[in-house]
Nanobody, 118 residues
Framework: QVQLVESGGGLVQPGGSLRLSCAAS????????MSWYRQGPGKERELVAR????????NYADSVKGRFTISRDNAKTTVYLQMNSLNLDDTAVYYC???????????WGQGTQVTVSS
């Protein structure tokens, strides 16, 4: 059974930081692209950041470049999202996503709420 379990969300003031974690089980973690998506109030789900399985190549949405950092620990089967300089527009439910390197299999976590508010 595949599970992606996010943690680390919460309420933070503008300018603050949070670190999200996503612990994966039931997959061969080192063969999956890992991504963070988010869906804000009244908005469509969007890709925030992605990291490749072996080279660690990363991609970011323009809106978070320079503020967010995605990383992964294949030994711990966990992907992280360090979020700095948070602003009101970062308020969203953040979802962890896994996509198989050589196929179409993919999985979603249940999401974790991030609220940026003063």
């Amino acid at each position: 059974q595949v599970q992606l379990v996010e943690s680390g969300g919460g309420l933070v003031q503008p300018g603050g930081s949070l670190r999200l974690s996503c612990a994966a089980s039931g997959i061969t973690f080192s063969t999956y692209y890992m991504s963070w998506y988010r869906q804000g109030p009244g908005k469509e789900r969007e890709l925030v950041a992605r990291i490749s399985p072996t080279t660690g190549t990363t991609n970011y949405a323009d809106s978070v470049k320079g503020r967010f950092t995605i990383s992964r620990d294949n030994a711990k089967t966990t992907v992280y999202l360090q979020m700095n300089s948070l602003n009101l527009d970062d308020t969203a439910v953040y979802y962890c996503h896994a996509r198989f390197l050589w196929g179409v299999k993919d999985y979603w976590g249940q999401g974790t709420q991030v609220t940026v508010s003063s």
